[in-house]
């Protein structure tokens, strides 16, 4: 086991299963203890409980639907009564739902989308930050996605709310870092390229899916798609403080994805 983290306490969004799972195990390894927050299976939330737990390390599965400010400060408060701090936030939590174009989204698409993945994180942050502030430490981790730089190509083009809120969440990056950099809160972005989770199933057969994964190993430099591990080992980086002078970054670990330039037009 790793000391990197160790005795942080890091809360986790949306991390029952996918990148979220991976970056809440791998935090665990390193030393800290876990919030693993889930808003539907919570069976899947306890195996990541139980996994931590044979690592001799503390966690405590908690569900919460981040869009809804209630339930937000209510697993903030139930973190902080359970371990009476939270060093590491990662806002992971985040939905994509596909339209069949852009004129057929719906509003309704719109809003709950920019909801969960955008309103999400700040009512997170908000929660959490005034701990931060009063102990002038906290490092905050905004799973983004590439898709948000303008690297989204005719395949993934249904999720039409997706990008937008996605770039609002760099946007939101960069501004609680100034606002919460003089508190040594430290405030990032990952952007993720496809990564091989359950989200990419959504709207798409297994053919799609088998077709999508294959185009996209094939528009990256290293030639493959992303696995969680990838994700969470740059989270791990931001986590720490090796970090320490690192904020209002946004990282992009797409393998060297160039499909928006050669395979888009």
């Known amino acids: 086991m790793g000391v990197r983290l160790k005795d942080k306490v890091c809360l986790v969004t949306g991390s029952s299963r996918g990148i979220g799972k991976a970056i809440a195990l791998t935090f665990a390894r390193e030393g800290a203890n876990v919030v693993v927050n889930y808003e539907k299976s919570r069976e899947r939330a306890e195996q990541v409980v139980d996994e931590i737990s044979k690592m001799s390390r503390r966690a405590i599965a908690v569900k919460a639907d981040v869009s809804n400010k209630v339930e937000v400060d209510t697993m903030v408060n139930k973190a902080l009564h359970e371990f009476g701090k939270i060093d590491v936030l990662v806002n992971n939590a985040g939905i994509a739902i596909m339209s069949p174009s852009i004129l057929e989204a719906t509003r309704e698409?719109?809003?709950?989308?920019l909801a969960v993945n955008l309103l999400g994180p700040y009512y997170c942050i908000q929660a959490v930050a005034p701990y931060m502030i009063k102990q002038r430490y906290g490092k905050i981790i905004n799973i983004s996605s590439n898709a948000a730089l303008g690297t989204i190509g005719r395949t993934s083009g249904k999720a039409v709310a997706y990008t937008p809120a996605k770039a609002g969440l760099i946007i939101l990056t960069k501004r609680l870092a100034f606002e919460l950099g003089k508190y040594n809160i430290n405030v990032n972005a990952i952007a993720p390229g496809i990564t091989r989770t359950e989200i990419i199933n959504i709207g798409r057969t297994p053919q799609e899916v088998e077709e999508l994964l294959k185009e996209k190993a094939r528009s990256t430099a290293l030639g493959r798609v992303a696995e969680p591990q990838d994700?969470?080992?740059?989270?791990?980086?931001?986590?720490?403080?090796?970090?320490?002078?690192?904020?209002?970054?946004?990282?992009v670990?797409?393998?060297?994805?160039?499909?928006?330039?050669?395979?888009?037009q």
């Not at 969470?232 to 931001?238: E, K, Q, R, T």
Request: hydrophobic share 40%; aromatic share 14%; net charge negative.
């Open 109 to 113: 698409d719109w809003e709950r989308t």
């Open 253 to 264: 670990v797409d393998g060297g994805r160039f499909d928006y330039l050669s395979h888009s």
């Open 231 to 251: 994700m969470a080992n740059v989270a791990l980086f931001l986590a720490s403080d090796e970090s320490s002078f690192v904020t209002g970054q946004l990282i």
